[in-house]
């Protein structure tokens, strides 16, 4: 849905998350829903590149009332965008860990808005899996009976593999293990190196993280059962995916 409204989405002071839109549990279930993205619009250029914008507009958005969701539209223009690659690694990361903004925005008056402190609660029903999510990939439902990839998971994966490499190659890899990583006649010793340095290299990816992860969990805003930063950039990409980056940068 395009944004027609002029406001800039609020977002949450300490992760810069932006807000998401309240809604009352009965009234949830009275009405059509549809997605709401958390990071719009959808043309920003902060937003385009498959392997690092396109990643932050997929990672999360929420089920909501369609009336809520027009009327959403009608007043925001989107929230402030990150713009570097840390801080769209940040942002991906943490809404994929969990982190959701304890304040909502509440348009339950028409033409109007107000921002809203939730109670455990409504933030708990708020955050279920099944309201708040990554966005689905359409291809996949399309296909029925068939086993495809889902490219919005794809994507994540390889901006966490190529971010990961990045971060490494500056501060704990160094070009000689990535040589002898890649050359190696020895399986054992190939599978040693690569071990250290995924190991190495996603703790100093996520180092910066979990300081504003642990303290939105204090805060109230981490859901139930949520995964930590360092696992959740695991799952999304495989080891393949990581030695894939550290062989294209060595080759760069």
């Known amino acids: 849905m395009s944004s027609s409204g002029i406001e800039r989405t609020p977002v949450d002071e300490l992760t810069n998350l932006p807000?998401?839109?309240?809604?009352?549990?009965y009234d949830y279930f009275q009405h059509e829903r549809n997605f709401h993205h958390h990071f719009h619009p959808s043309n920003s250029p902060e937003l385009q590149g498959?392997?690092?914008?396109?990643?932050?507009r997929y990672s999360r958005g929420q089920d909501i009332q369609k009336y809520l969701h027009d009327r959403y539209h009608d007043i925001f223009?989107?929230?402030p965008l990150p713009e570097t690659s840390k801080d769209k690694f940040t942002t991906t990361v943490l809404v994929l860990s969990g982190v959701l903004p304890?304040?909502?925005?509440?348009?339950?008056?028409?033409?109007?808005?107000?921002?809203v402190d939730m109670s455990r609660g409504e933030h708990s029903f708020l955050a279920n899996p099944s309201r708040l999510h990554m966005e689905s990939d359409r291809r996949?439902?399309?296909m029925e009976g068939k086993r495809q990839k889902d490219k919005q998971r794809e994507r994540v994966g390889r901006f966490f593999a190529n971010y990961v490499?990045?971060?490494a190659l500056d501060e704990v890899i160094t070009a000689e293990t990535i040589e002898r990583f890649?050359?190696?006649?020895?399986?054992?010793?190939r599978r040693l190196l690569g071990h250290t340095m995924l190991e190495n290299a996603v703790d100093v990816s996520v180092a910066e993280l979990i300081t504003v992860h642990d303290k939105a969990k204090r805060a109230g805003m981490v859901a139930s059962g949520a995964l930590a930063v360092k696992e959740v950039v695991q799952r999304y990409f495989s080891v393949g995916k990581f030695y894939q980056s550290l062989a294209e940068h060595a080759t760069a």
């Open 19 to 25: 807000l998401p839109i309240y809604t009352r549990r």
């Open 50 to 56: 498959y392997y690092d914008g396109k990643p932050v």
């Open 77 to 79: 223009a989107g929230p």
């Open 102 to 115: 304890r304040q909502a925005i509440d348009l339950y008056t028409h033409g109007e808005f107000r921002i």
């Open 140 to 142: 996949i439902k399309s």
């Open 165 to 167: 490499v990045e971060q």
């Open 182 to 189: 890649l050359h190696t006649p020895n399986d054992k010793e």
